[in-house]
């Protein structure tokens, strides 16, 4: 079992910035990736961003430039550094451990339970 601690969500104006924080602590093994997925009302869950076991990073199209996963491996923690959100940016977002080097899409894995991030004036 993994457990999940998110933090970080909340309410920005357009514009604004915020950092998402995912600890993961339990059954974690080496090697493993780990994944932001996001899900906004009526729309199906969507991946966000990737970061492979040893560093290398994948986005989204639409947060390239805007968004940056980071992890720290110490801490068995990843981030979200969100910068010029936009009110499509508003969802759920949720954390993935993936077992393995890297994350694939509808993989094996854990999620976390979810943080909410609203964009709006």
């Known amino acids: 079992q993994v457990q999940f601690v998110e933090s970080g969500g909340g309410l920005v104006q357009p514009g604004g910035s915020l950092r998402l924080s995912c600890a993961a602590s339990?059954?974690?093994?080496?090697?493993?990736?780990m994944a932001w997925y996001r899900q906004a009302p009526g729309k199906q869950r969507e991946l966000v961003a990737t970061?492979?076991?040893?560093?290398?990073?994948n986005y989204q199209d639409s947060v390239k430039g805007r968004f940056i996963i980071s992890r720290d491996n110490a801490k068995n923690t990843m981030y979200l550094q969100m910068n010029s959100l936009k009110p499509e940016d508003a969802a759920v977002y949720y954390c993935k451990y993936c077992p393995g080097y890297v994350c694939y899409e509808g993989g094996v894995g854990s999620w976390g339970q979810g943080i909410q991030v609203t964009v709006s004036s």
């Open positions: 339990g059954s974690i093994f080496s090697p493993y990736a």
């Open positions: 970061i492979a076991h040893g560093g290398m990073t």
